[in-house]
Nanobody, 117 residues
Framework: QVQLVESGGGLVQPGGSLRLSCAASGIIFSIYAMGWYRQAPGKQRELVASITSGAYTNYADSVKGRFTISRDNAKNTVYLEMNSLKPEDTAVYYC???????????WGQGTQVTVSS
């Protein structure tokens, strides 16, 4: 079975840092594009950052310069390093994997990130 499991969320103060991890199983991880999305209460899910199988990255304007997405194919894991966190970053963060060859997206269950003083 395909499974994406996020971890690393929690409560942090504004200006703090946090690293999220997403461990994948059941897929050929190295050929999948991976991404991080987030959904705040009452808002729709939005793309935060993505990374292709070739390690090309893309970021939402709201997180550019603060967040870094990376992947470790040997560990079947994608990371999201979050720095200079703001209260508006508070959301449930979801991991997504997709492969163009099957036109299907796999999603994790999410991990809560709360930025508050």
């Amino acid at each position: 079975q395909v499974q994406l499991v996020e971890s690393g969320g929690g409560l942090v103060q504004p200006g703090g840092s946090l690293r999220l991890s997403c461990a994948a199983s059941g897929i050929i991880f190295s050929i999948y594009a991976m991404g991080w999305y987030r959904q705040a209460p009452g808002k729709q899910r939005e793309l935060v950052a993505s990374i292709t199988s070739g390690a090309y990255t893309n970021y939402a304007d709201s997180v550019k310069g603060r967040f870094t997405i990376s992947r470790d194919n040997a560990k079947n894991t994608v990371y999201l390093e979050m720095n200079s966190l703001k209260p508006e970053d508070t959301a449930v963060y979801y991991c997504k994997g997709n492969y163009a060859g099957i036109r299907y997206e796999y999603w994790g269950q999410g991990t809560q990130v709360t930025v508050s003083s």
